[in-house]
C-alpha cells in the first residue's frame, strides 16, 4: 500500500513540474532558436541591401561563436551563483535588446559588432537550461523532457520560417525593409518574456510553491538517490572536472554534428531558394517548414522510445546517420539539372535531415548527467556546448570558401561527413543503459 502511495505521489509531482516548467522553457528556447537563424532569413535581402559577400556572411555565422564559446563556462557559473530566475531572465533581456538593435545596422561592421554580443549574452542560455531541467527531472524521464523543451527548435522552424519569409517579403513598413523588421518583431518579445522569467522560474523543488510538501519531499529524494555514492566529488576543482577524458569524448560527438547542423541554420535558406527557378522569400520559408513539421512529431517518440528502452547510444547516433544520409540525398539533387523529379528529391532530403538533425537531441542530452559528476555537472554542461560553438565557428567559415569553391553540392557533403563523424564517436563509447520507465513515468 505504502509503495503504491508512493508511486501514485511521483506520478504526481511529475505531472505538476511538467506543467509548470517545460511549457515556458518550451517558449522561451523557442525564441531562442528564432534569434539563432533569423539572420539566415535577412541575408535573403542584408547581404545585397548592405552588400555582404558569401565570405562576409560566413564570418557574420561564424564570429557568433567565439564569443559564444569564450562565455559559455563563466555564464554556466553563474547560474550556480544567482539562480535560474535571475540570471537566465537577464540573458533573454540582454540578447534580445542587441537582436532588436539590428533593426539599425548599417554595415558589415554594425553586424559583425552585434554577432559578437549575440554570443556573449545567448552562451549561458542552453546549457543552463539543460542544467536546470536535470536539477527538477530524474534521469529516467529527461530523454522525453529534453525532447519536449527541444521540440522548440522544430515548433520555431515551422512558425518561424514561413513567418520570417513573409516579413521579408511583405513587412516593408515607413520605407525600411523587411529584414529589418525581422529583428524588430522578434527581439522586443524577448525583452519581455526576460522580465517575466523572473516571476515564472524557481531555482530549486524547495522554492516551488506549487509542489505540496509531500511532493517536495518525494523529488528531494528521487534526486539525491541518483547521486548516492558521488558526493565525494563534491570538493571537485574546475581542472579534475575538464579533465576528464569522457567530458571531451561527449563533447567532441556533440560539436561535429553540430557544427553540420548549426551551419545548416544559416546555409539552408540561401541553398532552398536554388532548388528550383522562382522562388520567393515566402516559398523558402514554407518549403523550410516541412523537415521541421515532421521534427516536431518524431523528437518526443524517440525521446520517450529512448527513455522506455532505457537505451541512449544509439538512440541519439541513429538519428545523426540519418541526418548524414539526408544531407548525401540533396547533395545528389544538386547534380541534375532542375526538374519536380530533382525537386521531389530534395524535399525527400529535408524531411529527413528534419527529423535526424533533431531526434538525438533528447537521447544525447540526457547522457551527461548519466557519466559525469553531479558536482561538476553545470560545468560540464557548459564545457560540451561550447565545443559546439567551436565547430559552429569553423564550420561556418569554412563553408563560405567552400560554397564559393563547390557551391551548394559541397556544402551539403561536408555536413555529411561531419554527422557522420560524431555517430562513429558515439557508437564506439560504452554507455550503460539507464533503468526503464515504469508506469511512474508520466506525460509532462
Known sequence: MERQTNVQTGRDTLKTIGRHIIPFAFILYFFNYMDRVNIGFAALQMNVDLG????QFGQLASVFFISYLVCQIPSNMMIQKLGARRWIGFILIAWGGVTTLLFFAQSFEHLMVARLLLGVFEAGFFPGMI??????FPAKERARVTALFM????VSSVVAAPMSGWIIQHAN???????RWLFAIEGIPTVLLGVLTFYVLYDRPQDAPWLTDKQKSWLIAELNTE????????SMTFWQIIRNPILWRLSFVYMFVQAASQ???YWLPGQVKGFAPGLTDTHVGLIMAVPFLCAMFAMPLWGAHSDKQGERKFHAALPMLLAGAAFLVIATAFLVIATADSMSIRMFGMVLFGVGILSYYGPFWAIPSMLLSPAGLAISIAVINSCSSLGGFFANLGLGYVAKSYGSYGVFVVEAILCVISSVLLITMRIPRVKAKTDQAVTA
Open 151 to 154: 521540440m522548440a527548435i522544430a
Open 263 to 265: 551551419a545548416s541554420n
Open 173 to 179: 513598413f515607413f520605407d525600411h525593409a523587411g529584414w
Open 131 to 136: 542544467y536546470y531541467l536535470a536539477c527538477w
Open 52 to 55: 555582404i559577400s558569401s565570405v
Open 227 to 234: 547521486t548516492q555514492g558521488q558526493s565525494a566529488c563534491n
